[in-house]
């Protein structure tokens, strides 16, 4: 059964920083992972979609990589701003083609 | 292109009641997949449709079910609603296309139950 991981839960970094959020999960045999974006109360945006043959894919201040092989995806935030305070979701899509959800970062970037 | 929506975006009702939630997808989007969310569980797949058939079915009981129109908009049921079932309810729209599939998100409608 896939189970999908995120470490830190929490994070607090002042802003300017450049950071690393932590996916892994526990079968290899995905389709693809996807970050998203929450914020408070609402509904989910895609940030990035990694398809299995790709190891990495970049949006602006975001890139996403993905090692199948050792069940892991990292996502590097550059030059944090405020406004990149959310909860940051990973979810694989496995072979019975169902997303598989991450519990979620939860960000806050300090001014 | 319009996002995908959801209505309605808040609702309360009563252990016991049913209730119906809508989700209209982006346009030319023929799946739609509908998600729970609660603190304790986090995310958790209900089922999706993909041409007015559901194609996958999360682990749910049969109180929740779902439908799915010719114009691609979908539906979903609860019925003898439970304090349990006040969550956040997610729709995401995509292509259909399997496993390449991106998926995009609505709103959410939040259910309370009380």
Known sequence: KQEVTQIPAALSVPEGENLVLNCSFTDSAIYNLQWFRQDPGKGLTSLLLIQSSQREQTSGRLNASLDKSSGRSTLYIAASQPGDSATYLCAVKGSNYQLIWGAGTKLIIKP | ?114
């Open chain 2, 1 to 114: 292109k319009a996002g995908v929506t959801q209505t309605p975006r808040y609702l309360i009702k009563t252990r016991g009641q049913q209730v119906t939630l809508s989700c209209s997808p982006i346009s030319g989007h023929r799946s739609v997949s509908w998600y729970q969310q609660t603190p304790g569980q986090g995310l958790q797949f209900l089922f999706e449709y993909f041409s007015e058939t559901q194609r996958n079915k999360g682990n749910f009981p049969g109180r929740f079910s779902g439908r799915q129109f010719s114009n691609s908009r979908s539906e979903m049921n609860v019925s003898t609603l439970e304090l349990g079932d006040s969550a956040l309810y997610l729709c995401a729209s995509s292509l259909g296309e399997g496993a390449r599939d991106e998926q995009y998100f609505g709103p959410g409608t939040r259910l309370t139950v009380t």
